[in-house]
């Protein structure tokens, strides 16, 4: 009994009561969390204060705490992918290099990911499609550099084949080269197969479907005089 009476008395001195909690202002929503015999108060993310519901009066033993520091670098590390998924789908690589950079530990990283792959809120596949549609609507470009943007936000291959596969060359020149062609206004053949040519090799199209599609594009305009 005297030695249970010891545990008991050494475990409360570690318990830490919560004295108080405050909102603090600013841009990140913190909250204050006040403890027992501490000058500095804890700030957590106002998600870690209510999915834990810490009130006034809780006490926490040293591995509790901890415990819940844990878990706040977490809540932060998925608030941080978020707010970095908000303006616009990004593949898995760019997501983990993001909360990397920020300073986020590996373990939360992963742990983050899952959590967003399993709510269907991060998912290459989407990622790349996305990418595709976007990159069709508003500015044309070949299977190869297309693939090669992919490649770099770290999509893996499989998922680029899928994806990809689907891409005409010959249309999507064609529907970036006349749209570039709207600016060209020389009347002479060799500067308009030069200037449209470099164009269409920037979007990463091959010398055969360049080729083809400066010849049509001239033929075009030229019958209906857009270039004088």
């Given at each position: ?18 004295t ?36 006034v ?39 983990k ?28 596949a ?22 090669l ?8 291959n ?12 010959s ?13 060209i206004?020389?009347?002479?053949r ?12 920037r ?7 360049i080729?083809e599609?400066?010849?049509?594009i ?11």
């Open positions: 009994m005297p030695q249970l009476v010891c545990f008991l008395s050494v475990l409360i001195k570690y318990m830490k009561k919560i108080a909690l405050k909102m603090e202002e600013g841009r990140k929503k913190r909250v204050a969390v006040y403890w027992e015999g501490q000058r500095r108060p804890l700030r957590l993310e106002v998600d870690t204060a209510l999915k834990e519901r810490l009130t009066g809780q006490e926490f033993s040293e591995s509790e705490l901890a415990h819940l520091t844990k878990l706040d670098l977490f809540y932060r590390a998925e608030n941080a992918a978020l707010n970095f998924l908000s303006y616009r789908p990004r593949s898995e690589a760019e997501v290099s993001r909360l990397l950079r920020r300073g986020f530990a590996e373990e939360e990283t992963n742990a983050v990911l899952l959590k967003l792959k399993e709510q269907g809120l991060l998912s290459d989407d990622f790349a499609e996305f990418w595709k549609e976007n990159r069709q609507a508003f500015s044309p470009r070949s299977q190869f550099l297309t693939r943007e992919l490649k770099r936000k770290g999509v893996a499989e998922v680029i084949d899928e994806v990809v596969s689907s891409l005409d060359d249309t999507n020149a064609y529907r970036a080269g006349m749209e570039r062609a709207r600016r206004t020389t009347p002479d060799n500067v308009f197969r030069k200037r449209l040519g470099n164009y269409l090799r979007r990463g199209f091959s010398y055969g479907v080729n599609t400066v010849e049509r001239w033929r075009e305009v030229s019958e209906d005089n857009k270039l004088y």
